[in-house]
């Protein structure tokens, strides 16, 4: 009995790892050790047979030298107008860098300086202002307009 086909991801992600660990000058070994997986196992995965955990993703991005995204690059049937976090130019990853990390001062201010009552209300004022934001861009987008300097 024939199992169920390869999903069309899993054979993309199959082949990329093929590929660089062949660039890469390594052994199937060389993978198969770290994911404490058998040569069979890892020719399953590299055939998309099976699919990779996300942990075992981690760790062949790390033997292999790539980031985890390097593995998803280039993956036929993606949704281009929905960009992955890989996908963003670097200086709009940087400000989202910039900006979780103020996220996160505040949040330990808040919890270090507010009662409970005064952080409820500035988690519905952040709420509201995202509120706001989204719309203002569900409009621009709508209206072909960018936002408003």
């Known amino acids: 009995m ?39 196992q890892l020719g399953k995965y590299l055939k998309g047979a099976n699919r990779l955990s996300a942990t075992d993703l981690d760790t062949l991005a790390r033997v292999l030298g790539v980031p985890v995204s390097f593995f998803f690059d280039g993956m036929p049937g993606r949704d281009s107008s929905q960009p992955g976090l890989s996908d963003r130019p670097q200086a ?26 005064r952080r409820q209300a500035l988690s519905s004022l952040v709420r509201a202002v995202d509120h706001a934001l989204s719309g203002q861009q569900a409009f621009d987008k709508a209206n072909n ?3 408003s300097d």
């Open 145 to 147: 307009s960018g936002p």
């Open 92 to 117: 709009q990853l940087e400000t989202l860098a910039g900006w979780t990390g103020f996220a996160e001062a505040v949040a330990r201010a808040a919890d270090a300086h507010l009662d409970q009552d």
């Open 2 to 40: 024939a199992g169920k086909p390869a999903d069309h991801r899993d054979v993309h992600i199959g082949g990329v790892i093929e590929e660089r660990r062949l660039r890469a000058g390594l052994s199937r070994e060389a993978l198969a050790g770290p994911l404490e997986v058998s040569l069979s």
